[in-house]
Every structure is written in structure tokens, then in C-alpha cells.
């Protein structure tokens, strides 16, 4: 035996470069072949040192979940709180769930979609089922995620032992338990843990059954972690190509384990149908709410993408540590990228499903960012992602190592690279347990005490009109309508439209169900409030008003965005005041700007010379007349019907004109009827009419077009308008 064989097979017994016993090696026919573990002796000892090591890696995790939720206890004088309000909007679903009133956010309501992990509210809903309410449920929440977050460290051990080697798959479960976001996300009340161990689970599961390339326990996890999260979906859906893959190089086609190995992708279309058949959309509320597609009333390609990739650039930016928030080690980005690159040059075995986790690492960073919250809330999106990530990072630690020429300092220098990425972990730990204290805290200062306070002050038939719908509505036990739009049905579109149109959809409520109250705070995420208040929908003063007392962090941030929270009485006495006319003769038809209802029936549409203007609408009174308009740059178009051809159109509008740039062509049908001069009324609303001569009016349904008498050249005409009303 040579010197150099003696080096290797040193090597292998340390277990420090070669996969586990449950690996397979394909032979030249494509068939695997079980591979001897390198980690065992004659007497098997090594494989019970492994499993006392993954399970000790656990126990950290544990411990370390265990102190911050103590962490969250001290900062809120004993008493269990959520650090984000949306762990309170799964509570919510859950209890009605456990109920027996299926995401009917408020009892009655129809099917909303406001839940982003259908799999989750079902797992607190049977918790609910067996007694759990208040916060108990929310304290059951926690210690589940705290659960599957050392179960998920774990699996990381395991995981790394069977890629790469024993050593590294205890450094990287080391990692994941100190990891802050991590244990944020674990002791959050969100899915965070529970995705984790899907994750990891159904990757581990995969690296188990390749050798035999027969996948049962693979599809069942990737299809449970289809229904945990969207970025799970997609994620899984990548698994499911390097099975069919990998039976297909194997045994050919076998229709069976193919058809078994695409559960996840069913799972996905189940999903998407219920969304479907339950509220008329495959898109869920939060999608509606928060998605780069909808959030603006219009869609412009470049700003799509301009926005989608300063996100993604954010992503990788906090991915590679290089900023202050401590979400990795220093090019851990780098070192994750070595790891897969090391297994598809030198793990043959593992290529499909290296190739599967970088796609599906690919598109949940993609989908996620084109979500307005894709950088919030420490990145909670992605957090169930992070120790699968993190398994690759060690094996691109090892992978540097093996530059080393000398097998003793090749090891000395594995733990070195490895001890060094935990020290930069672990050095972040304690802040992130404060920043989770930090956070709960301000949630109890805002959200769980106007939910209180509702429970004690409203009369139980109130209706509360919210931004935040979760600690209030779990808390409050008041009706609510989500003004955001993610429990309540319609309202996102409404919301993301601004403040007019979703005053035009609140008041289109049924009278029972239009808001009482308001429990609201001004800046985004919505549509701003203060013009409910300066028009006098919202009663003033405030019925009572909850500063944010807590600290801001070392950035001068809070999780979240306002200063305060205030309880408003609604006032709709003015409601529907701006329909009427304000010229006299027969309304064959009237489009109501602002009201997406109408606007929509009537094909209206903002037609501005400037792409990524955005036409929002805003909300005003004069007197005793309350109106929402559309602000606009450049002109419009618009359908109008039930005209009686062969007469004249008055064409009459409300509207708030530049002191400059105040005329607009018209076109009825595609043909010039002359230019319409607009007021000038920069402060005040006013009347303005325009005649349609008879001979244009060809049918009961005509095409208005209003457009700049100098086409592509700037100044654009630019005013509000209030609604149109069509006379004869």
C-alpha cells in the first residue's frame, strides 16, 4: 500500500470528506450500489457517536429557543407575546378554524385567504380544537416552532454527514442552532419552524432514498411543505424534477414513481383550485396585497422588474452577510456557492440535487421579491431556508480546506474555517434575542392593547375597520374589516389603489358590515388615513390614541412602521353625497372616478404619457359633499351607455385643474369632437361641461377619450377628476 493510499483511507475513517452510509454510488449501468459508511468501525461505534452528536446539536437549539422566549417574557413582564402582528392573523384563522368555521375570518364572512400557510392554521387549529385559546394558543404556537427549529438542527447534522462528512455536519448544525434569525423565526409563532424542518426533511429524505432511486418519504414531505408556504411550493416543485429525473435515469419510465414523485406539483394545483373556487381568484389576498403585479393601480414592466431586483439584490446583499444585520457570516453567499460547486465537480451522486436546490433557492428568492415585504420583518420569507443554506456554506468551508496539502493541517484548518463561521454567528446571537424582546414589546404597545382595549370599550356589534387585522381581531373578539385587504375579501385592490377607492369600496359595504370604528396608523403598509380624517369619515378627535413607547433598535427601527394608533368613530353621514349631479337634465350614465366597481364597468382607464405614473385616487369634501377622484397626468378614456344616438351628450365633470396645462382633446369613438378647456381650479372643485354634437353620438354606447393636444411633448394637461355624468 502506498503512502498516498495510506493518506486517504485516514481520511475516510475520520469521516471528514465522505458521505454517510445512507449514499449510494452509481455504477456505470446507472444502478446504485449501497456505499460502506466511512463513519463506522468493526463494532459500530462511530454511527452512535453521530447520532449523540446530531441530537446534542438538537438539545442546543433547544436550550438556546428556550432562552428567547424567556428573553420575550422579560420584556413583556411575564407574559408571552408574538414579535409580528401576522402571527396573530394564523392565530385568528386557527381558532375559527378549530371553531368550524373554515378561514371565515369573521364568523359568517365568505372564504378569505388572508393565511399564507394553509398547512400551518390547520396544525394550531387542532391545537385550538383541544383547548388552546388566547395565548395559551399563541404559547403552543411557539414552543412548535421552537419543536421543529431543534428538529430542523437535527436534520442538519444528519444531512451534512451523508453530503459531505461527519465533521460538517455538526458544525453545520451548530449553525443553525445559534443562528438568530433562525431562533427569531422559531420562537416567532410563525410557520418558520415548522417550513424549516420540511425543508431540511424532504432534502434529507431525497439523499436517503437516491441509492434505491425509489421516493416515498421525499413527496410525501415536499408535498406537505407545497402547502406550508408559497416559497415552499416552488421549492418543492424542484425536488419533484430531480426525482422524476433520477427514476427516469434508473428505471427508465415507471409511471408510478414518476406520478408519486410529482405530489408536490398536485398538491399545488389543489391549492391554487380551492383559492379558485372559494373566492373567484387564484392569486390569495396577500398576494393581492403585497405582490409587485397588483400593489399599484397600474402595472408598468420595468418598474416590475427595477422593483424585483432591488430586492433580490437585498436579498443576496443579507445572504452574504456583509451588512449590519447579522443574518450570516461573512460571505457565507461565497462559501454556499463553493459547497454546491465542490459537490457537482467531485459528488457525482449528488449533481440532480445540487442542481435542484440552486433552482429552487433561485426561484423562492425570485417569487418572494416580488412582494413589497420581501425585506421585512428579518426576512421571515426566507428564514426556513437558512439551514439547508447553511449545510452548503460548511461544505464550501471544507471544500476551501481540502486546498491544504497535509491531511493533519487539512483538519486542523476544516475546524478553523468552521469555528471561525460560528464565532460570527454566535457573536450576533444575543442581539437578535433582543431585538425579538424589542419587537414583541412594541406589538404589545400597539396592536394586543388596542385589541384589549376593544374587547373592554366597543359594544359587541361594533365593527372595526383595521390595518393590522391580527392581536386585534384575536384580542378585540370585534368584527373587523381589513382595510389592507388580506382577511377581507376585495379590499386589496381598494387599498392599493389609494385612500378614495377604498372608501368607495367601504361604503359600498352592506350597511351592517360598513365599519363602526377605526383602530388605524397613517404610514404604509395601506393606503394613507389622514384624509379619512381631514374629510370627517373619521370622527374627531381620536377616542384614544396608543404611542409607541418602546425604544427604537441600534438602526433607529422598529418592527413596526407608525408612532402611534388611534381609535376613531366612523361618521358615513356623507356617504354616497358625490353621486349626485351637479348639473341639471336627465343621467343617462354616471362613472363614479374612484370607485373600482364602476370604473371597471365603464373600461375606464389612466392613459399617461409618463410610464410609472401612478393615477391614485384620493378622497375630498367641499361643503356637504364628500367625493373620491382620481389624479391624473396626461388624460384618460372611458366607456359611457344608455344614450340615445342622434342627440347631443353634455359630458359633465367634478374637477381640481392646474393653474397651467388644462386642456385635453376629445375623441368619441376614435373621432375628434374639439378641445375641452378645464377650469382653473388648483384648490376648489368645480363644474366643467363638455358638448358632444349629435352626429358623433352613433350608438347607445360610446368610447370618450380624452388625451394632451400635444401628443408626447411635456407640459401634460394634469388635474383630478371626480366623476363624469352623461346628460341629454
Not at 261 to 270: D, N
Not at 521 to 539: H, I, K, L, R, S
Request: charged share 15%; aromatic share 10%; net charge neutral.
Amino acid at each position: 500500500m502506498t503512502a498516498e493510499t495510506d493518506r486517504e483511507t485516514t481520511e475516510h475513517r475520520a469521516g471528514d470528506d465522505e458521505p454517510g452510509a445512507d449514499s449510494g454510488v452509481r455504477t456505470s449501468t446507472g444502478s446504485a450500489s449501497p456505499k460502506p459508511s466511512p463513519q463506522s468501525d468493526s463494532v459500530g461505534r462511530a454511527p452512535i457517536r453521530d447520532e449523540r452528536g446530531a441530537w446534542l446539536v438538537g438539545a442546543l437549539a433547544l436550550v438556546l429557543g428556550g432562552v428567547f422566549v424567556a428573553v420575550d417574557l422579560a420584556f413583556n413582564q411575564g407574559k408571552l407575546i408574538a414579535p409580528i402582528d401576522d402571527a396573530y392573523i394564523h392565530l385568528h384563522y386557527a381558532a375559527q378554524l378549530g371553531s368550524g368555521h373554515p378561514f371565515e375570518y369573521n364568523t359568517g364572512d365568505p372564504v378569505s385567504t388572508g393565511a399564507s400557510s394553509l398547512l400551518y392554521a390547520f396544525v394550531l387549529a387542532v391545537a385550538h380544537a383541544a383547548g388552546l385559546t388566547g395565548t395559551a394558543l399563541l404559547a403552543f404556537a411557539v414552543a412548535f416552532g421552537v419543536g421543529c427549529f431543534a428538529l430542523t438542527a437535527v436534520l442538519v447534522v444528519k444531512l451534512g454527514a451523508a453530503l459531505t462528512g461527519r465533521v460538517v455536519g455538526v458544525w453545520a448544525g451548530v449553525l443553525t442552532a445559534v443562528s438568530g434569525p433562525l431562533l427569531w423565526g422559531a420562537a416567532s409563532g410563525m410557520e418558520v419552524g415548522l417550513t424549516a424542518v420540511l425543508v431540511t426533511g424532504s432534502v434529507l429524505a431525497f439523499v436517503r432514498e437516491w441509492g434505491a432511486a425509489s421516493f416515498r418519504w421525499t413527496p410525501a414531505l415536499a408535498a406537505l411543505l407545497a402547502l406550508v408556504r408559497p416559497e415552499g411550493l416552488f421549492f418543492a416543485a424542484m425536488l419533484s424534477v430531480a426525482m422524476v429525473w433520477t427514476v427516469r435515469r434508473v428505471h427508465g419510465v415507471r409511471l408510478g414513481s414518476m406520478a408519486l414523485s410529482c405530489l408536490p406539483l398536485l398538491i399545488g394545483v389543489v391549492q391554487y383550485t380551492f383559492y379558485r373556487l372559494a373566492t373567484g381568484t387564484f392569486s390569495a389576498n396577500g398576494v393581492q396585497s403585497k405582490s409587485h403585479l397588483y400593489d399599484r393601480p397600474i402595472f408598468y414592466a420595468g418598474e416590475f422588474l427595477d422593483r424585483t431586483f432591488a430586492n433580490i439584490r437585498g436579498v443576496v446583499d443579507h445572504f452574504n452577510g456583509l451588512n449590519n444585520t447579522d443574518f450570516v457570516f461573512p460571505l457565507a453567499l461565497l462559501f454556499f456557492l463553493g459547497g454546491i460547486g465542490y459537490l457537482l465537480v467531485t459528488r457525482p451522486e449528488w449533481r440532480a440535487l445540487c442542481v435542484a436546490v440552486v433552482a429552487g433557492y433561485a426561484l423562492v428568492v425570485l417569487s418572494a421579491s416580488t412582494l413589497s415585504t420581501a425585506l421585512v420583518h428579518e426576512l421571515r420569507y426566507f428564514q426556513p431556508f437558512l439551514p439547508l443554506f447553511l449545510v452548503f456554506a460548511a461544505t464550501g468551508g471544507y471544500a476551501l480546506t481540502r486546498l491544504v496539502p497535509r491531511e493533519r493541517e487539512r483538519r486542523a484548518t476544516l475546524h478553523a474555517v468552521l469555528l471561525v463561521m460560528v464565532l460570527f454567528t454566535v457573536v450576533a446571537t444575543p442581539t437578535w434575542a433582543v431585538r425579538l424582546g424589542r419587537q414583541a414589546a412594541t406589538i404589545r404597545d400597539t396592536d394586543v392593547s388596542v385589541g384589549a382595549w376593544i374587547s373592554g370599550n366597543l359594544p359587541p356589534r361594533a365593527v372595526v375597520g383595521v390595518k393590522d387585522v391580527g392581536a386585534i381581531a384575536y384580542f378585540g373578539k370585534r368584527r373587523v374589516v381589513d382595510t389592507i385587504g388580506l382577511a377581507t375579501n376585495g379590499l386589496a385592490e381598494a387599498s392599493n389603489n389609494g385612500t378614495g377607492s377604498l372608501y368607495e369600496a367601504m361604503r359600498a359595504l352592506p350597511e351592517g358590515q360598513r365599519p363602526t370604528h377605526f383602530a388605524v396608523y397613517e404610514p404604509w403598509p395601506g393606503t394613507a388615513m389622514q384624509p379619512f380624517v381631514d374629510t370627517g369619515v373619521f370622527a374627531s378627535p381620536p377616542m384614544i390614541t396608543f404611542p409607541v413607547r418602546t425604544p427604537p433598535d441600534l438602526n433607529n427601527q422598529r418592527i413596526v412602521p407608525f408612532t402611534d394608533q388611534r381609535v376613531y368613530r366612523a361618521d358615513w353621514t356623507l356617504a354616497g353625497s358625490g353621486d349626485s349631479a351637479p348639473v341639471e337634465g336627465t343621467v343617462r350614465d354616471y362613472l363614479n372616478v374612484g370607485s373600482l366597481h364602476s370604473e371597471q364597468r365603464h373600461a375606464y382607464e389612466v392613459n399617461s404619457p409618463q410610464p410609472g405614473w401612478q393615477p391614485y385616487t384620493v378622497l375630498r369634501r367641499q361643503g356637504d359633499v364628500l367625493d373620491s377622484g382620481r389624479t391624473v397626468i396626461g388624460g384618460e378614456s372611458f366607456t359611457a351607455g344608455g344614450l340615445t344616438p342622434g342627440q347631443p351628450v353634455r359630458i359633465a365633470t367634478r374637477v381640481l385643474s392646474a393653474e397651467e396645462n388644462r386642456e385635453v382633446r376629445v375623441r368619441i369613438d376614435g373621432r375628434d369632437a374639439g378641445v375641452w378647456r378645464l377650469p382653473a381650479s388648483p384648490g376648489v372643485w368645480e363644474t366643467a361641461e363638455f358638448t358632444v354634437p349629435a352626429d358623433l353620438v352613433s350608438s347607445p354606447d360610446v368610447t370618450v377619450e380624452l388625451e394632451p393636444t400635444r401628443p408626447l411633448l411635456s407640459p401634460y394637461p394634469e388635474y383630478t377628476s371626480f366623476g363624469y355624468w352623461f346628460v341629454q
